[in-house]
């Protein structure tokens, strides 16, 4: 298999070679998000888009949308549906005719994704949590009670 096409292979199938229904569309999640972001698989586009994601920066996902094409919330629901076929349990991925339904009913509300295959570390909701604070007092008298 080729490199080019990597970027769109089901981390099940990568790993233990076992190909389902769902891998086709963790396939279909990744064109998703590519044709969205104008970004291509092989530019760590998962990572990217999660990244983006959870901290909640949907601008610089949608800088590669035509201007005269669809409104952001219709993209960013393309995004948010792009995510949950990625997600890395395959059983957590929607069915294509959920996918269809996803994109063409904006009366259902769409469920969270979880974290998709291949998000390196420093990603994702933790990564984008403020630091934590340090407590720089100092214990002067170590005493058992």
């Known amino acids: 298999m080729s490199s080019r096409c990597s970027g769109y292979m089901a981390p099940e199938y990568a790993v233990r070679g076992t190909f389902s229904t769902k891998s086709d569309v963790f396939s279909y999640g990744v064109l998703v998000l590519e044709i969205v972001t104008g970004r291509r698989p092989a530019e760590n586009l998962i990572n990217f ?30 995004i948010h549906v792009g995510l949950l076929c990625v997600q890395e349990d395959p059983r957590l991925r929607p069915s294509m005719a959920s996918v269809v339904i996803m994109l063409n009913s904006r009366s259902i509300t769409l469920p969270i994704p979880a974290e998709p295959a291949f998000v390196s570390p420093g990603e994702g909701p933790r990564a984008a949590a403020p630091d934590p604070s340090i407590n720089e007092g100092s214990v002067s008298d170590l005493e058992p009670r």
């Open 49 to 78: 888009v999660w990244g983006q994601w959870c901290r909640q920066n949907v601008s610089q996902l949608l800088e590669g949308c035509p201007a005269d094409g669809p409104g952001p919330q219709e993209m960013l629901r393309c």
